[in-house]
């Protein structure tokens, strides 16, 4: 209890150091960004939010108070999805147009930005589906700098519907796509119960099944670890025995749900500690 009190005041001490940061993308879009310096010598935390969400989401501004307290600089975006200077969740309802191979490249805009920070490694760290953004970074244009990744209660784009429904839905989506069609398409997506997007944006997200998931994650020629909570009801029936069959490293915290709180931040930071030590 002592150091969790400890821990906790420590990350208020850090928080009030985070530095703003913003950075114009190739597009000419700004994307907003919190940073935290720390020790040199120590890992680059990349810190990536979950769908819709934004830096400042709990489990990520958590995590981020909690690693630069233990001396580690942490850097945390905040996707644009096509937004200017975005720092609200952007609703399900609202018109989607990005795909996620554009929240790679942003990704791999904010490592450069590490770069010119002099950054001796990093490591990426996503939380929900931040962990798949980091994975199509990974897979597309992976910098030697980065080091390892994390995936802390990752989960696919879920559609509300069986496995044969959601490849017809698959299916659609691609034909869609190869005419040319830009029609808004819904759809009950992840949280959404009716998510708006077009048809590209939609596939992009829906390709990155549990399948191509482990198996981008098996290939990468760097050390890949998932955290997960074993009371986490936002991932697919079977996702961690999945995961636990792959040759792939897999922390389980028992108890812990979908966003990791309560107790149970402690419980997320002591397993990404322990991984960031052993880089």
């Not at 939010?49 to 630069?68: C, K, M, N, S, V």
């Amino acid at each position: 209890m002592v150091r969790w009190i400890f821990l906790a005041l420590a990350a208020v001490a850090v928080s009030a150091f985070a530095e703003p940061v913003e950075l114009q993308m190739p597009n000419k879009v700004v994307a907003k960004a919190e940073y935290r310096a720390g020790e040199a010598g120590k890992p680059t935390v990349l810190l990536m939010h979950g769908f819709l969400q934004t830096h400042e989401f709990p489990t990520i501004q958590r995590l981020a108070d909690g690693l630069a307290s233990a001396g580690y600089s942490v850097l945390a975006p905040t996707l644009t999805l096509g937004v200017t200077h975005r720092k609200q969740s952007l609703a399900c309802e609202a018109i989607h147009t990005h795909t996620i191979g554009d929240g790679a490249k942003e990704i791999a805009q904010w490592v450069n930005w590490l770069k010119a920070r002099n950054a001796s490694s990093i490591v990426l760290v996503g939380h929900s589906f931040g962990s798949v953004e980091t994975l199509v970074y990974m897979s597309a244009q992976r910098d030697p700098l980065v080091r390892k990744l994390i995936g802390v209660s990752a989960v696919e784009g879920r559609l509300k519907v069986d496995g044969a429904q959601r490849e017809k839905v698959i299916e659609e989506l691609r034909a869609l796509v190869k005419k040319g069609d830009k029609k808004l398409f819904t759809q009950a997506f992840s949280f959404c119960p009716k998510y708006l997007a077009t048809p590209q944006s939609m596939l992009s997200h829906l390709e990155w099944t549990p399948e191509r998931i482990l198996k981008t994650a098996s290939h990468l020629p760097i050390p890949v670890v998932f955290i997960m909570g074993s009371k986490d009801d936002r991932i697919g029936v079977n996702w961690i025995d999945q995961l636990r069959k792959s040759r792939l490293k897999v922390r389980v915290i028992e108890g812990a749900n979908h966003f990791m709180d309560g107790d149970f931040e402690f419980d997320l930071l002591d397993n990404v500690l322990l991984e960031l030590k052993s880089l």
